[in-house]
């Protein structure tokens, strides 16, 4: 038994350690120098290059190193029928958590308008509603959205989570369904995206969300790229019937040169950088699903294709 991996920003050390410690023994191989292929049955990836994944035959499951797997079901010819795991590490989720509270915040409590000021030498103070009175929305209840939507409930907000199916957490309005897709866009005065990109998301973020959005709201993007409608958000942003946006995916990463979000003013830029994979915990996560594998089990979370995550 043999585990392929390929991350070209990866410390070494850190995952080999995580390997040894975790019982998946020594024998790690690269792309470079895979060895008897037939032997690789666990391959742990970011972004394998094209084609590179069906050359291995024995392999049983494949462990993406980051919550999203589109880095390894875009290659067309990637071995559909072998498992993927998605990592589900508890450092990444607190990062979203944090990012998510922090631009919430920051456009709660006026901080843009303050930064302004400031460049102007203004000392002018403005109101904010009660955390209770400020709604939030959020889109996705996976671990991430969880998360945030539980850290925003006890920070006193009011806060609605929206998923495909229905979901609960005490104290959050948990609405699902088509059906009620409306219902949340139109309570957020922040509307935070956390769904993954599949068909059915892909361009969700458009003109007719906005739209419905209540005048002056805010939106937080640190799903996918693909989920927004740029050009509809640029009109939003230009009418002012939507007030500020937080933007961390993009369709093109690194975002383009001639991108007009750059120069926006009311658009905050972070380069996909809302939940970065720690290395040591991630390590720990995956060696530990690899051991669980080696033993018989079944590791977590496996991709459902039909739903693309």
């Known amino acids: 038994m043999a585990i392929l991996f390929h991350w070209s920003d990866a410390t070494q050390e850190i995952w080999l350690d995580a390997f040894k410690n975790a019982g998946c023994g020594t024998d790690i191989r690269s792309l470079e120098s895979p060895g008897n292929r037939a032997e690789i049955e666990f391959a742990v990836v970011w972004a394998p290059p094209a084609g590179q994944l069906k050359a291995f035959p024995g392999l049983k499951y494949i462990f993406s190193i980051g919550a999203g797997v589109t880095h390894i079901t875009l290659d067309p010819e990637w ?3 072998v498992p993927i795991v998605r990592l589900q590490d508890r450092l990444l989720v607190l990062d979203m ?8 915040l920051h456009f709660h409590r006026h901080y843009a308008r303050y930064a302004c000021q ?4 203004q000392w002018l103070r403005h109101s904010y509603p009660e955390n209770a009175d400020r709604r939030i929305s959020v889109l996705g209840l996976g671990q991430t959205g969880l998360a945030a939507c539980r850290q925003l409930r006890g920070l006193g907000f009011a ?21 009620a897709f409306d219902t949340v866009v139109h309570d957020a005065d922040i509307l935070v995206n956390l769904l993954p990109l599949t068909d059915a998301t892909t361009n969700i973020l458009d003109a007719t969300v906005f739209d419905r959005m209540p005048g002056g709201s805010f939106l937080i993007n640190c799903g996918r790229g693909g989920s927004l409608c740029d050009a509809d958000l640029l009109d939003a942003l230009e009418s002012g019937h939507i007030q500020g946006a937080a933007l961390d995916v993009f369709r093109e990463e690194p975002l383009p040169e001639a991108s007009p979000y750059w120069n926006h003013p009311r658009v905050h830029i972070t380069p996909h950088a809302a ?8 390590a720990e996560f995956i060696a530990a699903q690899i051991r669980l594998a080696m033993d018989g089990g079944r590791p977590a979370p496996v991709v459902d294709l039909s739903r693309g995550y």
């Open 275 to 282: 939940a970065p994979t720690n290395e040591r915990s991630a």
């Open 118 to 121: 400031q460049a102007e030498r």
């Open 97 to 104: 958590s944090c990012h998510v509270i922090h631009w919430v």
């Open 159 to 179: 806060v609605t989570g929206w998923a495909r199916s229905r979901k609960s957490i005490e104290g959050v309005r948990c609405l699902a369904g088509e059906a």
């Open 79 to 81: 071995p559909a029928k």
